[in-house]
């Protein structure tokens, strides 16, 4: 079975560029998150949708970040212009609901260096 | 959210159970006990969850205390492939958020 599927798996880029990272969830799912992992803050929910639909952005960092579904099968998160504290490992995950019963699917990750 | 604490690290020896433990003593009575793990260099995966009797799946073992004030995951026998951090994790029954803390990590010698 198709896990969910991260690219690029490494982004290095200079300071100011946009940066545009990609997922495409589990088929089926109908919730998809995107997390941060830094070494200080450890790993962070960034936004949730829920069918498509953005239900929770509030730990989106600021304006500089913005995520789009525009299909369930598809999801992009950009972050224009991109900064140097911007790098992390970013993770999109997918889940067939939102109860507590049901467990979150992780990508690999994207690895993600703003020189 | 109710907090849980977790040992920053421990060692096992390949092929010997592993009990990692959780203190959840704030739980309330809708919060699930969910584990995850993480690999080097790979995203989180989930282990197992339970709200209060005993979970038994492929991966692991969950024991629940009476009073799920605590939680216990067990590895059977431990692998090379097991050492991870494991985090423990309480989950509201409605609510689709998973707060990670620092989680435990696990060493496997050989």
């Known amino acids: 079975d198709a896990g969910v599927i991260q690219s690029p798996r490494h982004e290095v880029t200079e300071m100011g560029q946009e940066v545009t990272l990609r997922c495409k969830p589990i088929?089926?799912?109908?919730?998809l998150f995107w997390y941060r992992q830094t070494m200080m803050r450890g790993l962070e929910l960034l936004i949730y949708f829920n069918n498509n639909v953005p239900i929770d952005d509030s730990g989106m960092p600021e304006d500089r970040f913005s995520a789009k579904m525009p299909n369930a099968s598809f999801s992009t998160l950009k972050i224009q212009p991109s900064e140097p504290r911007d790098s992390a490992v970013y993770f999109c995950?997918?889940?067939?609901?939102?109860?507590?019963?049901?467990?979150?699917?992780f990508g690999d990750g994207t690895r993600l260096s703003i020189l | 959210d109710a907090k849980t604490t977790q040992p920053n690290s421990m060692e096992s020896n390949e092929e010997e159970p592993v009990h990692l433990p959780c203190n959840h003593s704030t739980i309330s009575g809708t919060d699930y006990i969910h584990w995850y793990r993480q690999l080097p260099s790979q995203g989180p995966e989930y282990v197992i969850h339970?709200?209060?009797s005993n979970v038994n799946n492929r991966m692991a073992s969950l024991a629940i205390a009476e009073d799920r004030k605590s939680s216990t995951l067990i590895l059977h026998r431990a692998t090379l492939r097991d050492a991870a951090v494991y985090y423990c994790?309480?989950?509201?029954?409605?609510?689709?958020?998973?707060?990670f803390g620092k989680g435990t990590l696990l060493t496997v010698n050989p």
């Open positions: 994790i309480l989950r509201r029954g409605s609510n689709y958020k998973l707060t």
């Open positions: 995950a997918s889940s067939p609901g939102t109860g507590g019963t049901q467990p979150q699917h």
């Open positions: 339970g709200l209060t």
């Open positions: 088929s089926g799912h109908n919730s």
